[in-house]
Nanobody
């Protein structure tokens, strides 16, 4: 059974940092690109960034590169999202997802972790 379990969310003041983790199990980690998404109340889900087994990184918006850093530990089947200089508008539920390298859609999703940034 495939499981993606996010952790590391919480309440942080504006300007602070958080590091989200996503532990994957039940899949061949090397066959999947891992991505992070977020969804704020009343808004559509937004793609943030992704990383392949080999470390190739894609960002949804160039502006994300300044504050968000994705990484993965293939030995631990875990992907991380380091978020710095957080802003109130970053408040959302953050999801990790897995995409088979040969496909374009993300087929596996975590349950999400809440990130709240206070002003």
């Amino acid at each position: 059974q495939v499981q993606l379990v996010e952790s590391g969310g919480g309440l942080v003041q504006a300007g602070g940092s958080l590091r989200l983790s996503c532990a994957a199990s039940g899949l061949t980690f090397s066959s999947y690109a891992m991505g992070w998404f977020r969804q704020a109340p009343g808004k559509e889900r937004e793609f943030l960034t992704s990383i392949t087994w080999g470390g190739s990184i894609t960002y949804g918006q160039d502006s994300m590169k300044d504050r968000f850093t994705i990484s993965r530990d293939n030995a631990k089947n875990t992907v991380y999202l380091q978020m710095d200089s957080l802003k109130p508008e970053d408040t959302a539920v953050y999801y990790c997802a897995a995409r088979r390298i040969s496909l374009s859609n993300y087929s596996r999703w975590g349950q999400g972790t809440q990130v709240t940034v206070s002003s």
